[in-house]
């Protein structure tokens, strides 16, 4: 299945390669360090934390691949990419073939290359991990690969755009799993659409995860080949309200990708959650990711605490409590239910907010804010929880102490999940589009919705999830949509 064009297994480069070296030799080599901004400095700034590793670090890296015959790595890619093809690629000192194996699958890897939990998922898979040594560090890899790439002139490494030559085809939402989706139907030929809500394309990308882990120049760079594929981008349309399926369909859109998100915040429903200066990761994060706030020269305004407190253990609540320290807080906290082992935020993001200096309180549940006379918040009051046993999830369930402490704090901000953005499935509910209880769009393994050849993926689908099981979704839905529009 991965034997593909560009990096064939049992190419006479790759064999070579395989016999430069004995597999001991390659094990010796340790794993790369990726070199990372001061803390001190990068909280004054939104530049991006990790500096990207060097070429000659990226070859040395990939030799340590041990080029396996049965790839595991492969296995844990929710896209599918080949894994020892692109690595293999950048060890013989070609990055930009290796990009070009990276494309053939991901339609943004300079982005997953930053933001994948790839400890989960490839490198979990590593062979090395048998050996009790670290993988191969294939995410900074495939960073390197897509960086490289982006800075070579335009058609040294691209395909050249596809005439759209077959029908018309509108995605909605320009996140991952919608640019996945577009990516992948513009290649097989389809005039492929994208409406996005916001003024800006990326959609989570771009409001959602902040500059210092994901810069939005790499978004636009990335969006930029796709608009090289044929792929047409509109922003500052909301499909359900601007414009309806209805509408989409009778302009003669022959199949609908929804790729909408979450992007509805979920709230704990305690008392003092409507006091000024408590608000949901989603509302802070947009405002300072995309609107600009806090920024020389922009308009939007935000709350800028000196006492912060962030509910939750997530990726968004770690992207959360650290921009609030760059927007200039003297204290910020991690309030977590549960204890450190449980979080569900990637390893390095909690590394890096405790090098930044973040407090965290684990085992703590806000129960109530109380505010002052004018309604602006003052305290949190947290009660003790502790681990009791493993709920459906596999992580132990916080049992609540009765004990209780106060935390003085003027700004909140809650990251305990969000729902599905609920404007599709309300507008076609009458239409027969199966919901689920929580929301999301109900689909077949194929992506389908219950409605002929609207077809959804990613959070819209799936509630809260990552971004490249989001793009899966959109691989996926792109390949069974083109299957049914050709037979």
Same mark, same amino acid.
């Given at each position: ?31 790369? %360090? ?26 040395? /890296? ?48 300079? $982005? ?19 050996? *009790? ?61 994208? !409406? ?44 359900g309200k601007t414009l309806t399926y209805d509408q989409l369909v009778a302009a003669g859109f022959k199949g609908v990708f929804v790729a909408s998100g979450a ?20 509302? !802070? ?27 939750? *253990? ?18 910020? !906290?991690?309030? !977590? ?11 390095? @993001? ?23 006379? %004018? ?10 929880? @502790? ?18 402490? /106060? ?6 901000? $809650? ?15 009458? /239409? ?6 929580? *929301? ?26 990552? $971004? ?20």
């Amino acid at each position: 299945m991965h034997n593909n064009t560009i990096a064939p297994r049992d190419a006479e480069w790759r064999e070579q390669l395989r016999k430069a070296m004995t597999a001991k030799q390659r094990t010796a080599i340790p794993r790369v %360090k990726m070199p990372e901004l001061d803390p001190a400095y990068r909280i004054t700034c939104n530049d991006e934390v990790n500096q990207g590793i060097s070429a000659e670090q990226a070859v040395t /890296e990939a030799t340590r691949c041990l080029d396996c015959p049965d790839p595991q790595c492969v296995t844990g890619c929710p896209v599918g990419i080949n894994i020892p093809g692109f690595v293999k690629n950048i060890q013989r000192g070609e990055p930009l073939t290796a990009a070009a194996v990276l494309k053939e699958t991901s339609a943004l890897p300079a $982005v997953c290359g930053r933001v994948c939990p790839q400890e989960k998922q490839c490198e979990s898979r590593c062979i090395y991990h048998k050996m *009790g040594k670290e993988p191969v560090a294939i995410g900074y890899l495939e960073r390197f690969a897509a960086d490289f790439a982006a800075m070579a002139p335009e058609n040294d490494w691209q395909s050249p755009a596809a005439v759209p030559v077959k029908a018309k085809i509108a995605v909605v939402g320009s996140g991952p799993a919608g640019l996945s989706f577009a990516g992948d139907m513009a290649k097989r030929g389809y005039a492929v659409t994208v !409406y996005e809500a916001l003024h800006e394309i990326g959609g989570v990308l771009k409001y959602g995860i902040p500059e210092f882990r994901l810069p939005n120049s790499i978004v636009d760079k990335e969006i930029d080949s796709l608009r090289r594929l044929g792929v047409e981008f509109v922003n500052d349309i909301v499909i359900g309200k601007t414009l309806t399926y209805d509408q989409l369909v009778a302009a003669g859109f022959k199949g609908v990708f929804v790729a909408s998100g979450a992007g509805l915040p979920r709230f704990m429903g305690i008392p003092g959650e409507n006091l000024i200066g408590v608000m949901s990761s989603n509302e !802070y994060l947009t405002r300072v990711n995309l609107m600009g706030a806090g920024r020389p020269g922009w308009d939007t305004p935000v709350k800028k605490g000196h006492r912060v407190a962030v509910v939750g *253990g997530g990726n968004t609540a770690m992207d959360s409590v650290r921009t609030a320290l760059r927007m200039g807080a003297d204290e910020a !906290y991690i309030i !977590y239910r549960r204890s450190e082992a449980e979080m569900p935020a990637r390893v390095e @993001e909690v590394h890096h907010a405790k090098q930044e200096g973040v407090k965290f309180m684990c085992l703590y549940n806000p129960v109530e804010y109380k505010g002052d006379e %004018k309604g602006c918040v003052t305290t949190a009051v947290l009660e003790r929880m @502790e681990l009791g046993e493993p709920d459906a999830s596999g992580r132990r369930s916080p049992v609540p102490t009765g004990e209780y402490v /106060e935390l003085p704090v003027d700004e909140v901000i $809650v990251s305990v999940g969000v729902s599905p953005n609920p404007l599709i499935p309300n507008s076609l509910s009458g /239409e027969g589009l199966n919901v689920s209880r929580k *929301g999301t769009i109900e689909v077949g393994d194929n992506m389908e919705s219950s409605i002929p050849m609207l077809f959804a993926g990613g959070d819209i689908v799936r509630g809260g999830a990552t $971004v490249i099981l989001a793009m899966g979704d959109g691989r996926k839905a792109a390949q069974a949509m083109a299957e049914k529009l050709e037979v």
